[in-house]
């Protein structure tokens, strides 16, 4: 069984500009998971969706948002870049989602660093 | 508001030794408790949990402990080998639907 793919790996952007980074979940998983790692503060959760729907939210400001599609893919998208964006973006994916008794299996990463 | 604290950034072992990675939480409603493993360009994985009705969980060279009163778990990996050289996260869930919380991280490193 395939694992949970990132795309792309690697990216280098500069302020003010856009982005969108793309998670493919493992097969029959219906929840994705997004969580920014930063040096100092670990995982820190942005968003779940679940069968299309945004699920869950953590603290993050309105330029980072996402969607789920119909075969459970997901894209998150950060607009109007900072400098403090510059982190490992994982998406964790999961048969019924959730933290608990249902584990959650991560992707790569997606590397952004913004100029 | 850091609910789950990881106070060591790095630790480092000789190999065979013991490694004892901790980790404190500060909700009380948390019940359930992750550790997973990150190495370098990958994700993290999965390594081993624990439900707070129990205060120990084995799973061959890894064991939790779970501290209830004292809101406190440590994951022990004995021996320690090389290929454990890796950041190792606690987490738990606020509830069985909610998010993970997880902590900062604390860096392995078992040397020869």
């Known amino acids: 069984k395939a694992g949970v793919t990132q795309t792309p790996r690697y990216l280098i952007k500069t302020r003010g500009q856009q982005v969108t980074l793309s998670c493919s979940p493992i097969?029959?998983?219906?929840?994705v998971s997004w969580y920014q790692q930063t040096p100092g503060q670990g995982l820190q959760f942005l968003f779940e969706?679940?069968?299309?729907?945004?699920?869950n939210k953590g603290n993050f400001p309105g330029r980072f948002s996402g969607r789920q599609f119909s075969n459970s893919r997901s894209e998150m998208n950060v607009s109007t870049l900072e400098l403090g964006d510059s982190a490992l973006y994982l998406c964790?994916?999961?048969?019924?989602?959730?933290?608990?008794?249902?584990?959650?299996?991560f992707g790569p990463g997606t590397r952004l660093t913004v100029l | 508001d850091q609910q789950v604290k990881q106070n060591s950034p790095s630790l480092s072992v000789q190999e065979g030794r013991i490694s004892i990675l901790n980790c404190d939480y500060t909700?009380?409603?948390?019940?359930?408790f992750l550790w997973y493993k990150k190495y370098p360009a990958e994700g993290p994985t999965f390594l081993i949990s624990?439900?707070?009705?129990?205060d120990k969980n084995e799973d061959g060279r890894f064991t939790v402990f779970l501290n209830k009163s004292a809101k406190h778990l440590s994951l022990h990996i004995v021996p320690s080998q090389p290929g454990d050289s890796a950041v190792y996260f606690c987490?738990?869930?606020?509830?069985?639907?909610?998010?993970?919380?997880f902590g900062t991280g604390t860096r392995l490193q078992v040397f020869p």
């Open positions: 964790a994916s999961s048969v019924t989602g959730g933290g608990a008794y249902n584990e959650q299996f």
């Open positions: 097969s029959g998983h219906r929840s």
């Open positions: 969706y679940f069968s299309e729907t945004q699920r």
């Open positions: 909700n009380s409603m948390f019940d359930y």
């Open positions: 624990i439900s707070s009705i129990k």
């Open positions: 987490a738990a869930p606020r509830g069985p639907t909610d998010k993970l919380i």
